[in-house]
């Protein structure tokens, strides 16, 4: 059953139900809000030795008696983005603004945000600096390891995505997003030439990480290579500071600068929003730009 089936379903069957005034004193049964046509599985990694949450939403089109694959988005920090993106992406879907996709967020297994935010710290990190790891374990109480971040990128390519293009009808047409130091993460896997991805949504990186180490990375690719297939999105919200917006601003003008053939990437400064407000609209906007092409080329067709 496609999702805006199951909304009408869920919707008509509330209706069903015999109504208490609000007035009235009246025990009811509270039922936790979850997001219709999406499901999740408790994995582990052997590589790194850790537990994952993936969250998976299929296109409402998807039908299991079909061979037809989509284009697949994994989303760093699933905790607190696989729902926005899915909801972004199915408002989206309404205009055809973008295409059919299979949405997959790499969430870490805990309600405490101390917890996550230490796993990622030290997953979405490719350098360890000591200080920072000082830092955040006396702050959160738990040990913090950053430089962690090639290994990671080794559970995504070697366990998480086998495991869902074997149970779950998707391409070889991957887009990531992430944000902050899931940015961060984004950024060197579009500067490694063996990139997963083609696309990528990559919200305010955390470029200033040990001494904007990314720009090294950034040098290093281009001076080995002319080639960058990739679509990109690259934003920052305007009141993220100067350890923020610069940064992303400089990382801009290097890409582009560099004149590689196969790139098209598109750079936005949001008004007004900080580094936390701003994902939902760089995952709104960002859906819009990776797919473009995409969206142009179906839209042609159906003329």
């Known amino acids: ?40 599985l408790l994995v582990h990694s052997n590589i790194i030795n850790r537990d994952y949450k993936i969250s998976v939403s299929l296109p409402e089109e998807y039908d299991a008696k079909s061979n037809k694959k989509y284009p697949v988005l994994l989303v760093l920090d699933g905790n607190s983005y696989f729902a926005t993106t899915v909801q972004s992406y199915r408002v989206q879907r309404i205009g055809n603004d973008v295409p059919p996709l299979v949405i997959v967020g790499i969430e870490y297994p805990t309600l405490r945000r101390d917890e996550w935010l230490v796993r990622r710290a030290g997953e979405f990190t490719h350098t360890k600096v000591a200080d920072f790891d000082k830092s955040y374990t006396e702050q959160y109480g738990m040990p913090v390891t950053s430089g962690e971040g090639a290994t990671f ?31 961060l993460f984004a950024t060197n896997s579009l500067l490694d030439s063996n990139r997963t991805f083609s696309r990528y949504i990559i919200s305010s990186p955390s470029l200033w990480w040990d001494d904007e180490v990314a720009f090294k990375w950034a040098e290093a690719y281009d001076n080995k290579n002319n080639v960058l297939n990739a679509t990109v999105m690259l934003s920052v919200g305007s009141l993220e500071g100067p350890q923020m917006v610069p940064p992303m601003e400089r990382m801009s003008i290097v890409l582009k600068a560099s004149q590689y053939e196969g790139l098209d990437i598109t750079t936005h400064v949001f008004d007004n929003e900080t580094h936390l407000s701003v994902q939902p609209a760089t995952l709104s906007r960002g859906l819009r730009v990776i797919y473009a092409k995409d969206i142009a080329a179906m839209k042609a067709q159906a003329e």
């Open 1 to 40: 059953m496609g999702y805006l089936k199951q909304i009408t379903a869920g919707f008509l069957s509330i209706i069903a139900i015999p109504i208490t005034s609000i007035g009235a004193s009246a025990q009811t049964q509270l039922h936790e809000v979850t997001i219709p046509g999406t499901q999740s």
């Open 153 to 183: 990128m080794r559970v995504i390519n070697e366990e998480i995505i086998p495991m869902i293009e074997k149970q779950y009808p998707v391409s070889s047409d991957r887009a990531l997003f992430g944000h902050s130091l899931g940015g």
